[in-house]
């Protein structure tokens, strides 16, 4: 979380995330989940910034909505939340 979240250097947020959505296991979508509910605007901003580089690094072949669905069952509230910001984020023009 603190490398999704670092406050000094955005470029270890947006490399951070988009590492671990091209690992795009339900853990690693997890983790950027919980950093989003957490995020600051701009801390938000590189993190969707990262899943998109992920997403064109793939040819888009990584399903994290699908992934975010599954979250949305989740008992934590801030991994709901998270979650379904990220799926907003891949609904949205790439």
Do not use: F, K, Y
């Amino acid at each position: 979380m603190g490398l999704l979240l670092d406050v000094e250097d955005t470029a270890v947020t947006r490399q951070t995330a988009e590492a671990l959505a091209r690992v795009g296991t339900v853990a690693a979508v997890r983790l950027i989940a919980l950093a989003v509910a957490e995020a600051d605007d701009q801390q938000a901003d590189w993190l969707q910034t990262g899943l998109n580089d992920a997403l064109v690094r793939s040819g888009g072949v990584l399903d994290i909505a699908a992934i975010c669905g599954q979250l949305a069952q989740e008992q934590e509230e801030d991994v709901r939340r998270g979650a379904a910001e990220v799926s907003v984020w891949m609904d949205g023009p790439q």
